[in-house]
């Protein structure tokens, strides 16, 4: 499944990154901590967080992450946004909790 | 210039984590016993203790910096530390405004308690300190420097509670006026791993909850007096002084 077929499934707002809607899903990662995301995400995951600190995209982009969905409503900070365009990676967002939006993309990738 | 011993990050009894044997008084008599010339008073988001321990470290000619040990929105602990009662107590307002209230249960977190001189109690603060505020790091950061403080980014080097743990890395361009790294490593250690920091001046504290931790971990600071803007000077490097350990 591609992110941009996420977004349509699951309703997730596109902030930003919209080069980068074509990457394929290989699975998911949940974590706030950004040094355990670096330690443990894998290529091609999206990741699913409620930071939205700048450095997220850093890690996104060493990681080569597919995408990253905000929850609760979380909106990026400006320079996260303008660092999602910059590198084509997708940050989207949610007004779900990381419980719910992350069961339902477990269902779509299982 | 002149050396003096500083011990930038002491919680008081004030942190539901600090000992009861913590309170100004207290604080005071063992950094005089220690040698501590500077002292960084650095409860959880509140300031409420500062002001009592640089009076009564200023007795014993012990200079207190006064500020608090901040948690950001990303839950990165940060140093705060502010010249005069002015600005403190606009930090005190803006930690009251922006924290996120939760009531403390004392059988979980421990006392949350203002004192007096006599160690008396003169007020319990109700919610809990050790919660977030609801400003990520730079908005804390530019607060501080609104004020003039200083702002230093806390045991950057642990893994919980630090911009390594909550953000990956130390952002490069993050406007800290030096970086706490913890008694657990070193500054050769740290460089090694983000040698990007290079430019960036190091403190190292005991962070301490207890009094016996009190002076456990020094810095030297090279100044030529003992005040808030020579301390500022020597976290800057300017004009010969210097802060080593």
Known sequence: MTVQQLTEKLNLKVYGGKKGLGNEISGGYVSDLLSDVMGNADTGEVWITLQTHKNVMAIASLKDLAAIILVNNHQPEEDTLNQANEEGIPLLGTHMGTFEITGKLYELIK | ?245
């Open chain 2, 1 to 245: 210039m002149q050396q003096y011993r500083a011990d930038l990050h002491i919680h008081t009894l004030l942190s539901p984590c600090g000992d009861l044997e913590m309170s100004p008084a207290n604080i005071v008599e063992v950094a005089a016993q220690k040698k501590i010339e500077i002292l960084g008073i650095a409860d959880h988001n509140s300031t409420k203790h500062a002001l009592l321990i640089q009076k009564l470290a200023a007795e014993k000619g012990i200079f207190a910096l006064c500020g608090a040990e901040v948690t950001t929105r990303e839950e990165v602990h940060c140093l705060t530390f502010f010249e005069n009662i002015d600005a403190l107590n606009q930090f005190q307002q803006y930690l009251n405004e922006h924290i996120t209230k939760v009531k403390n249960n004392p059988k979980y977190f421990g006392h949350q308690v203002v004192v007096d001189e006599q160690e008396m109690i003169v007020e319990e603060i109700e919610y809990l300190l050790i919660s977030a505020l609801d400003q990520s790091i730079e908005q804390v950061e530019k607060k501080v420097h609104e004020l003039d403080g200083l702002f230093i980014p806390a045991h950057i080097d642990r893994p919980k509670y630090s911009l390594t743990s909550q953000l990956g890395f130390v952002p490069p361009d993050i406007k800290a006026d030096a970086l706490e790294i913890s008694r657990h490593t070193t500054k050769e250690e740290v460089l090694k791993k983000f040698p990007y920091l290079q430019s960036f001046t190091f403190t190292t504290s005991s962070d301490a909850h207890f009094p016996d931790d009190i002076g456990k971990k020094v810095c030297i600071f090279e100044m030529e007096a003992l005040n808030f803007q020579e301390i500022k000077m020597a976290l800057r490097g300017e004009k010969g002084r210097k802060v080593s350990f």
